[in-house]
């Protein structure tokens, strides 16, 4: 702790504090409790230990109070919230944010390079949530990967407390309030802020992410601020394993020329989504982050696992109908052959074989001559009917052929008896 900066108070205001957050090149942030509303919140306020006279800190301060003024008119799910905006007697003005838990996006590239699917999604979250900002009249100015917080919720953007207006001035004098490794150029040579400088300061940001370098290295405020100025970036989308396009979207939002830079902060972030999104199968398996390989092999297994199921389903499906079909022919009865098929060949009708029976027909007594021809035996065999194959307009030759016996085939006599018939009577 610097000698000149004061120990942490046990309250600031109506908040107990808690501890210490963290500690910009401006201010310092503590973590709070709201007893009245039972909550968390975070407390920040400027340093004690810097060496502005009095009339510059009363200008940083009267700027501060305008600008969280404007902040609070600022409504977007990844903006840190400001809650509150007191000033204390020993301690000067502070401003009280919502508490956002999680960590910040520096301390996540320590860990490695940020997989494309992630970046993709801050690039939009915080390109939005800036937009927004700056469509209400506020510039951030001071956008790093440690003002970016990345909570089970989403990514947010903090440090609007003392943010600035469009065209508000800060000399050097003054103090500059940016991070030389994320200002734009405009910024570091003449002191200007706007909406593309936040664009410069996001494009910088996400290549940091995405590579795990600085866009601009140095070991000094002043090797930075000349690289900015006069170098530009090298491509990473060859080494980070992402589409080409990763690399045009990231050289235009760092373009030196502001007019040149894409239209808004929103459109640039949406644009290297984009381009991430494209190349993501494809990186994969080159972009060496131990999270990113361990949900790959996880898609994998389950990939595996589903297929492998399948396989099994339509081989079990396919084992199901082989075994109904031999049940069924099993059961079928046999099928006939060609001569099984075919019909018995019914037995010849003869011209006298009884046919179906008829409406009875009313008796006519038989003339005298019949009845001697017939004997006394003509009672006890009566003729048979006559086949109803007959047609009844047969020719009158055809009427008198000479009938077949149906029993013998024999050709019967005039008087309707066979020669066997009449020799069984000759012999009895």
């Not at 007594?365 to 009566?382: D, E, I, V």
Request: hydrophobic share 40%; glycine share 10%; aromatic share 4%.
């Amino acid at each position: 702790m610097d000698a000149r900066e004061l120990p942490l108070p046990s309250r600031i205001g109506r908040y107990r504090i808690e501890r210490l957050l963290g500690r910009g090149a401006m201010g310092r942030v503590l973590l709070g409790r709201d007893a009245v509303l039972d909550r968390d919140v975070a407390v920040k306020l400027l340093r004690d230990d810097l060496s502005l006279d009095p009339e510059q800190h009363r200008a940083l301060v009267d700027r501060m109070r305008h600008e969280a003024k404007a902040c609070a008119r600022v409504s977007h799910p990844n903006i840190v919230t400001l809650f509150d905006m007191g000033e204390d007697a020993q301690l000067g003005l502070y401003l009280v944010f919502e508490y956002a838990a999680g960590t910040t996006l520096k301390e996540r590239i320590a860990r490695g390079p940020l997989p494309p699917v992630l970046a993709g999604r801050i690039a939009r979250e915080i390109g939005g949530a800036l937009s927004t900002a700056h469509t209400s009249g506020v510039l951030h100015r001071d956008v790093k990967p440690e003002n970016i917080i990345l909570t089970e919720h989403g990514s947010k953007v903090a440090d609007f407390g003392i943010a600035r207006v469009p065209n508000s001035t800060l000399t050097r004098d003054g103090g500059l309030l940016g991070t030389p490794a994320y200002s734009a150029p405009e910024s570091i040579a003449h002191g200007e802020f706007s909406p593309q400088s936040d664009q410069f300061s996001l494009a910088a940001t996400l290549y940091e992410a995405l590579s795990q370098r600085r866009a601009f290295p140095g070991d000094d405020a002043v090797t930075v601020a000349n690289g900015i100025q006069a170098d530009e970036p090298p491509p990473i989308a060859r080494a980070c394993g992402l589409d080409p396009h990763v690399d045009g979207v990231l050289a235009r939002g760092l373009s030196k020329n502001p007019a040149a830079r894409f239209a808004s902060v929103g459109e640039f972030g949406d644009a290297l989504a984009e381009a991430l999104e494209r190349g993501t199968r494809g990186a994969m398996t080159t972009i060496p982050d131990v999270q990113h390989r361990l949900a790959e092999r996880s898609g994998g297994s389950t990939r595996s696992f589903a297929g492998g199921v399948a396989v099994g389903a339509l081989l079990g499906v396919a084992a199901l109908e082989l075994t109904n079909g031999l049940r069924e022919r099993e059961t079928a009865p046999p099928v006939p052959t060609r001569a099984e098929a075919a019909p018995a060949k019914a037995p010849p009708v003869a011209w006298l074989a009884p046919g179906p029976r008829e409406r009875p027909r009313a008796a006519t007594p038989p003339s005298s001559k019949h009845a001697a021809l017939a004997g006394p035996n003509a009672s006890a065999h009566p003729p048979p009917a006559v086949s109803a194959n007959t047609s009844s307009s047969a020719t009158p030759s055809e009427t008198h052929e000479a009938p077949v016996d149906a029993g013998t085939n024999e050709v019967l006599d005039a008087g309707g008896t066979s020669e066997h018939a009449s020799e069984h009577a000759d012999g009895g």
